[in-house]
């Protein structure tokens, strides 16, 4: 009986190490895994953020471009020999301000109307300046 303990101790204990090992192994084998996927997050993070900086610096450029394209044709206005000599500069509008909507014309109808409202009263007028 001693001896058949023993041999299921023996059995049980190579059992468990076999468990461990495969374990050890499985559990190795899923970090490998996990770093693999890390590295090769990281090396795509590094190329997306390169490639960030440099649209960011394509962009500023272009913004510098057109910076000095404004500039340059706003002095080419400035200096422009159709200007008078008593004309005034032309006025910037601040950044960020907008225009104003233009106001609509009248209908006809309504400019027609006062029109004629208007030649009523310079008739009267006229005719009491001339009494």
Not at 5 to 24: G, L, M
Not at 38 to 61: H, N, P, Y
Request: aromatic residues 0%; contains cysteine.
């Amino acid at each position: 009986m001693e001896a058949e303990a023993t041999d299921v101790e023996v059995q049980i204990r190579d059992a468990e190490r076999a468990a461990d090992s495969a374990y050890d192994a499985q559990a190795h084998a899923l970090r490998e895994e996990r770093d693999a996927a890390i590295t090769i997050s990281r090396k795509q993070m590094a190329e997306l953020e390169k490639r960030i900086r440099l649209t960011g610096q394509t962009c500023e450029t272009k913004i510098a471009e057109a910076r000095n394209t404004h500039d340059k044709q706003v002095r080419h206005i400035a200096t422009s020999p159709s200007r008078s000599a008593n004309a005034s500069p032309p006025r910037r509008r601040k950044p960020g301000s907008a225009r104003r909507p233009k106001a609509r014309p009248p209908e006809p109808r309504q400019t027609i109307e006062a029109m004629a409202a208007k030649v009523r009263n310079d008739s009267v007028e006229s005719e009491r300046l001339t009494r």
